[in-house]
């Protein structure tokens, strides 16, 4: 079985500066991993995943993520954030195969507040 | 494509009343999921259907809840009979399955439940 933490619970930033949203794992296989957005009163959308291969993975609106199977941590990264990033951030984790494994695993979540 | 639509967006219902949320996920996709999310647990896996056939449904809280999946486009959650603690976001996603490597849930906008 897979589990996420994500340790804070809240993060608030500046406009235009940098923000690390940070998540780690725990598994006994190999896994996927992901992170979602959810905009207020919207569903949770895809932001990046982790599959293989390189571990500096890049996704939409700017954000990157970088896979560190040592320290079995997946963190969430932008060098400059806006209003509109404004939003609770989900990372998740799965069995790394495709066969008897697509439940996902969410962590609690972060909520990001962008401050002008 | 249109996306997972979920039917109603908003229910309030009084308690001892029976609700049933409606799901259509995207064409093609064999997997089905339905979650709860509350301000206390988070998101939280319900049940999940592969082919239209439950797969694991231990996250269903208790015998007043159940799920169907009768054909590949359409899945219903009831409720029955709901009670107050029941009040909630409801989301249904759904994903392409086996054939594709690392497949991401794509979820619904959520149906906000609340019981009096």
């Known amino acids: 079985a897979q589990s996420v933490t994500q340790l804070d619970s809240q993060v608030p930033v500046f406009e235009e500066a940098p923000v690390e949203l940070r998540c780690n794992y725990s598994s006994s296989v190999s896994v996927y991993l992901f992170w979602y957005v959810q905009y207020p009163n919207q569903g949770l959308q895809l932001l990046l995943k982790?599959?293989?291969?390189?571990?500096l993975v890049k996704g939409i609106n700017g954000f990157e993520a970088e896979f560190n199977k040592s320290q079995t941590s997946f963190h969430l990264r932008k060098p400059s954030v806006h209003i509109s990033d404004t939003a609770e951030y989900f990372c998740a984790v799965r069995g790394g195969s495709n066969f008897g494994n697509e439940k996902l695993t969410f962590g609690t979540g972060t909520r990001l507040t962008i401050i002008p | 494509d249109a996306g997972v639509i979920q039917s109603p967006r908003h229910e309030v219902t009084e308690m001892g009343q029976e609700v049933t949320l409606r799901c259509k996920p995207i064409?093609?996709?064999?997997?089905l999921f339905w979650y709860r999310q509350t301000m206390m647990r988070g998101l939280e896996l319900l049940i999940y259907?592969?082919?239209?056939?439950?797969?694991?449904d231990s996250g269903m809280p208790e015998d007043r809840f159940s799920a169907k999946m009768p054909n590949a486009s359409f899945s219903t959650l009831k409720i029955q009979p709901s009670e107050p603690r029941d009040s909630a976001v409801y989301f249904c996603?759904?994903?392409?399955?086996?054939?594709?490597?690392?497949?991401?849930?794509?979820f619904g906008p959520g149906t906000r439940l609340t019981v009096l």
């Open positions: 982790y599959l293989s291969g390189s571990t």
């Open positions: 259907f592969n082919n239209n056939v439950p797969i694991d």
């Open positions: 064409s093609g996709h064999d997997y």
């Open positions: 996603a759904s994903s392409g399955g086996i054939q594709i490597v690392g497949n991401e849930q794509f």
